[in-house]
């Protein structure tokens, strides 16, 4: 019996100003079992503060879906691989 690999196209899906992020099976977000999450379009002021903030490449990465999705940095850390390239997915597509 072989499984189906989801693509980003299958996983991350464009509105009209936000995303929708389908994660690879329901996860605690926010305090609440949650298996899609809402990204909003990234403005030059998140890009700004993204240029401006401490640390790493990577945790600025993880606060800036943080604050699109309007989760806790927390709830993205705790996230696998690839639910988070699925939100890596999701910036993509507004910044391509």
């Known amino acids: 019996m072989s499984s189906k690999t989801k ?35 990234p403005t030059v002021e998140d890009m700004e ?7 790493t490449d990577a945790q600025r990465e993880v606060r800036m879906i943080a604050n699109l999705c309007e989760i806790a940095p927390d709830d993205v850390r705790k996230m696998p691989l690839r639910d988070y390239a699925r939100l890596q997915a999701g910036v993509a597509l507004f910044t391509t």
């Open 7 to 41: 693509t980003s196209a299958d996983t991350v899906i464009e509105r009209d100003g936000y995303a929708e992020i389908t994660l690879s099976r329901p996860r605690q977000v926010n305090g609440m079992d949650t298996a899609v999450l809402r990204m909003r379009e």
């Open 49 to 55: 503060r993204y240029q401006d903030d401490k640390g």
